[in-house]
C-alpha cells in the first residue's frame, strides 16, 4: 500500500467519523424535544382532562335547564284557559221533522266515540250549546284541539232517533255570539 | 265562503239529482261531476244540478287491469264524457293512467293504497292528473276500519308525496253526501296537514275538472 492510498483511507474513515459524530449529536437534540414534549403533554393532561369535566357538567347544567324549561312550557300549557270552538251546523233529516236536542247530542257523541274513543269525548268535552227547532240548525261547543275530529265526527252522523238525517258542519267559530250570528239569528237573540 | 267541489257523483234519477242539488248548494259544493250509465243520461242529470246552480259535468270511470286493452276504450270515452277517471288493476295500469292526457284522475280503492308511492306521486305531478280517493266505502254498512286505512294512508302518502289528491263522495243520494268540511276533519284527523286538506276538496278537486275538459 503507498503512501497515498494510506492518506485516502485515514482521510474517509476520518469524515465518517465526523459524520457519524455529527448524526450523534442531531439525534441527542431530537430526543431531548421529545422528553420536553412529552413533559409538555403530562403537564397537559390533567388540564384537558378538568376541562373536559368542566364542560361535562356545563352540557348536563344545560340539559337539565332545557329539560325544566320544556316542563314549564308544558304547565303553562296546561293552566292556559281552555280555548273552545263552536260549530255551527244545520240539519236534514227524512221527513223534514227537526230531531229533538237530547237525540241529537247523543247522536253525535255515539259518533265522537265510534271515530276517536271515549278519550276523544272525554278531552273534546263536546255540548249542544244551542238548537233552533225550526231552522234545523244548532251550535256544538268542542275542545279547540278536538276541532277537526268533531267536524268529522259531525258528518258521520247518519241516524238520529232511528230516522235518517245529516248534519252538515257550516262554520266555526272562537264564540257563540259569531257562531249565532252565522246562523243569521236576529240581534236580540244573538245574546 | 269557500267554494267546495265534488269529482263524483251517481245520482240514480232526476229527484235524487235534485235532492242532492239542493243539498249541495247548501254545502257550498259549487262543482260536480255526474255518473251515469251512458253520456246521454249523465248530460241529463247534469242539467239538473246547473239548474240549481251547481256547475256539473259528466264523467266516467273506466276500469283497467291491462292497459293496452284500456287506452282503445278510453280514446272512445275521452269523446263521449268531460272527465275520464281510471280505476286501475294492476301496478301498470295505475303508472301508465297517470302519464295518458287523457285521464284526469286515478281513483284509488282501499285495497289499493300501496301504489301510492314515490313514483307515482312523480308520474301524477309530470302530468296534472290527480288520485281520487271514494269516500264511499265508508259508509256500505259493516266494519268500517278496512275502508278508514285505506284512504288514510293513500291520502297520507299522496300528501308527504306532493301529489295531487281529491276526495269524492260518489254519492247515489243525499245520505251519501259528504259536507266538505267534515272531509277536512277527517283527513286532518288522519293527519293531513290542513291547507291540504282543504285542497283536496276544492283546488285539486277543481284541476281534475279542468284537465278533464281540456283533454
Known amino acids: 500500500m503507498t503512501a497515498w492510498q494510506l492518506a485516502a483511507a485515514a482521510a474517509a474513515s476520518g469524515l465518517a467519523l465526523l ?16 422528553s420536553r414534549l412529552e413533559a409538555g403533554v403530562e403537564r397537559l393532561e390533567p388540564e384537558l382532562s378538568s376541562l373536559a369535566a368542566g364542560l361535562g357538567f356545563v352540557r348536563a347544567a344545560l340539559s337539565k335547564a332545557l329539560e325544566s324549561l320544556e316542563a314549564e312550557e308544558a304547565l303553562e300549557r296546561l293552566r292556559r284557559r281552555r280555548r273552545r270552538r263552536y260549530i255551527v251546523f244545520r240539519v236534514v233529516t ?35 250549546v244551542y238548537y233552533h227547532s225550526e231552522r234545523m240548525a244548532g251550535i256544538v261547543r268542542a275542545s279547540h284541539d278536538t276541532k ?22 257550516l262554520k266555526t267559530t272562537g264564540t257563540i255570539r259569531r257562531a249565532k250570528r252565522a246562523l243569521g239569528l236576529p240581534q236580540r237573540e244573538q245574546r | 265562503m269557500r267554494l267546495y267541489c265534488d269529482l263524483c ?16 248548494r247548501l254545502m257550498g259544493v259549487r262543482w260536480v261531476a255526474v ?41 272512445r270515452l275521452a269523446e263521449e264524457y268531460d272527465v275520464v277517471v281510471v280505476r286501475p288493476r294492476s301496478a301498470e295500469a295505475a303508472r301508465l293512467a297517470a302519464r295518458d292526457p287523457r285521464v284526469a284522475a286515478v ?22 292528473a290527480v288520485v281520487e280517493l271514494r269516500l264511499r266505502v265508508l259508509l256500505g254498512g259493516g266494519d268500517p276500519r278496512l275502508g278508514l286505512r285505506g284512504v288514510m294512508v293513500a291520502a297520507r302518502r299522496a300528501a308527504a308525496y306532493e301529489a295531487a289528491f281529491a276526495v269524492s263522495s260518489c254519492a247515489r243520494s243525499r245520505w251519501e253526501a259528504w259536507p266538505p268540511m267534515t272531509v277536512v276533519g277527517l283527513l286532518v284527523s288522519f293527519g293531513v296537514p290542513p291547507p291540504v286538506a282543504r285542497l283536496s276538496v ?8 279542468r284537465r278533464g275538459l281540456r283533454g
Open chain 1, 19 to 34: 459524520l457519524a459524530w455529527r448524526l450523534y449529536k442531531r439525534l441527542r437534540v431530537v430526543e431531548e424535544r421529545l
Open chain 1, 94 to 128: 227524512e221527513d223534514g221533522q227537526p230531531p229533538a236536542p237530547e237525540e241529537l247530542e247523543k247522536a253525535i257523541l255515539r259518533s265522537l266515540e265510534r271515530l276517536g274513543g271515549q278519550l276523544a269525548v272525554a278531552l273534546g268535552r263536546v255540548q249542544l
Open chain 1, 148 to 169: 277537526y275530529l268533531v267536524l268529522a265526527a259531525l258528518g258521520l252522523v247518519r241516524r238520529v232517533g232511528g230516522r235518517r238525517a245529516l248534519l252538515i258542519p
Open chain 2, 9 to 24: 257523483v251517481a245520482p240514480r234519477g232526476r229527484a235524487e239529482a235534485e235532492e242532492l242539488a239542493r243539498l249541495y
Open chain 2, 35 to 75: 255518473e251515469a250509465g251512458d253520456p246521454a243520461a249523465a248530460r241529463g242529470l247534469a242539467e239538473v244540478f246547473r239548474a240549481y246552480g251547481v256547475e256539473a259535468v259528466t264523467r266516467v270511470t273506466l276500469e283497467a287491469s291491462e292497459w293496452g286493452d284500456a287506452v282503445k276504450r278510453l280514446k
Open chain 2, 107 to 128: 281513483q284509488l280503492p282501499p285495497g289499493m293504497a300501496r301504489y301510492m308511492d314515490k313514483s307515482q306521486a312523480a308520474l301524477l305531478r309530470e302530468s296534472g
Open chain 2, 202 to 209: 276544492s283546488g285539486y278537486c277543481l284541476q281534475a275538472l
